[in-house]
Nanobody, 124 residues
Framework: QVQLVESGGGLVQAGGSLRLSCAASERTSSTYAMGWFRQAPGKEREFVAGINWNGGRTYYADAVKGRFTISGDNAKKTVYLQMNSLKPEDTAVYYC?????????????????WGQGTQVTVSS
């Protein structure tokens, strides 16, 4: 099973930026999709952004459109989430996930492997 490890979280002031990375233990198939999710205290885990390895098409939750960018480098087995113009409501644990079929999906049940998460805290 593919292992995923997130990094890049931290504490940042509102309006600042962070870049999260998700490293996979092995190269993923071009028919896979990768997603970033987040979970704030007391809330359910929610979809943030996703990317198809096949063609690189990307998808975003409305709350992050125009501020976050997902990208991937299959040669490096890494997916990134560039987060700009951060807001206090972006504070959460961020997880990356792998879906072993084509097409980004919002529901978490569609994803097969998960990382351990990385904390992002945005201060006001």
């Amino acid at each position: 099973q593919v292992q995923l490890v997130e990094s890049g979280g931290g504490l940042v002031q509102a309006g600042g930026s962070l870049r999260l990375s998700c490293a996979a233990s092995e190269r993923t198939s071009s028919t896979y999709a990768m997603g970033w999710f987040r979970q704030a205290p007391g809330k359910e885990r929610e979809f943030v952004a996703g990317i198809n390895w096949n063609g690189g098409r990307t998808y975003y939750a409305d709350a992050v459109k125009g501020r976050f960018t997902i990208s991937g480098d299959n040669a490096k087995k890494t997916v990134y989430l560039q987060m700009n113009s951060l807001k206090p409501e972006d504070t959460a644990v961020y997880y990356c996930a792998l879906k072993r079929s084509l097409g980004v999906a919002v529901p978490i049940v569609n994803y097969d492997s998960w990382g351990q998460g990385t904390q992002v805290t945005v201060s006001s």
